[in-house]
């Protein structure tokens, strides 16, 4: 069984700001981990992911995640926020076994001015 | 490459009807998946095909929901005798599966139906 738990369902941050997204995840095998952020009224568009090698992961527009086994979190940051990345971020994880993802419930971040 | 589509984007059904949704992979993808999105949730998994093969189907579907791929390119999700807890967002994702390579999943924008 897998499970992702996302902490804080909102996050807001001032434009320039370090962005902190939190994900931990439950996998009884290794896991591939991915983000994904959705913008209103679309679907989901992939930003970063883990499968194996190295365990920071660099992404699109400036995103990074470290996958940290030990303390099984794939962390979302990037390090000075941006008005156009207000969205809702989404976890996820699968595995060699079974490639349906599970999803966390999702983090909403807001970007002030 | 016009990535995955889905038709139609919006469905407003009345209980008890019947609705029909369709997915358009990316042409060489030969994974399907179906996914269902409500309101401040994330997506969870229905079901998926590895060509025209249903290969795993979530408990979530119940016998109301009926979906298939007949042809191993566009597919189709039937939800039969709608109920108001049917309304949700709709998502379908493709991937292309490869020996012993990752799975990436590319997301259709998704069929929002609301059941009155």
């Known amino acids: 069984a897998q499970s992702v738990t996302q902490l804080g369902s909102h996050v807001s941050v001032s434009e320039g700001a370090l962005v902190l997204l939190r994900c931990n995840y439950s996998?009884?095998?290794?896991?591939?981990l991915f983000w994904y952020v959705q913008y209103p009224n679309q679907g989901l568009q992939l930003l970063l992911k883990?499968?194996?090698?190295?365990?920071l992961v660099k992404g699109i527009n400036g995103f990074e995640a470290e996958f940290k086994k030990s303390e099984t979190s794939f962390h979302l940051t990037k390090p000075s926020a941006h008005m156009s990345d207000a969205a809702e971020y989404f976890c996820?994880?699968?595995?060699?076994?079974?490639?349906?993802?599970?999803f966390g419930s999702g983090t909403r971040l807001q970007v002030q001015p | 490459d016009t990535g995955v589509s889905q038709d139609p984007r919006h469905k407003i059904t009345k209980r008890g009807q019947n609705v029909t949704f369709r997915c358009d992979p990316i042409?060489?993808?030969?994974?399907l998946y179906w996914y269902r999105q409500t309101l401040g949730q994330g997506p969870e998994f229905l079901t998926y095909?590895?060509?025209?093969?249903?290969?795993?189907k979530s408990r979530l579907l119940s016998d109301r929901f009926s979906a298939e791929r007949p042809k191993g390119s566009f597919s189709t999700l039937e939800i039969q005798r709608t109920e108001q807890g049917d309304s949700a967002m709709y998502l379908c994702?493709?991937?292309?599966?490869?020996?012993?390579?990752?799975?990436?999943?590319?997301f259709g924008p998704g069929t929002r139906l609301t059941v009155l």
């Open positions: 994702a493709s991937s292309l599966r490869l020996a012993g390579g990752d799975n990436e999943q590319f």
């Open positions: 996998s009884s095998v290794p896991p591939y």
């Open positions: 883990y499968t194996t090698g190295a365990t």
């Open positions: 996820a994880v699968s595995n060699t076994g079974r490639r349906a993802l599970t």
């Open positions: 042409s060489e993808h030969n994974r």
């Open positions: 095909f590895q060509n025209e093969a249903q290969l795993e």
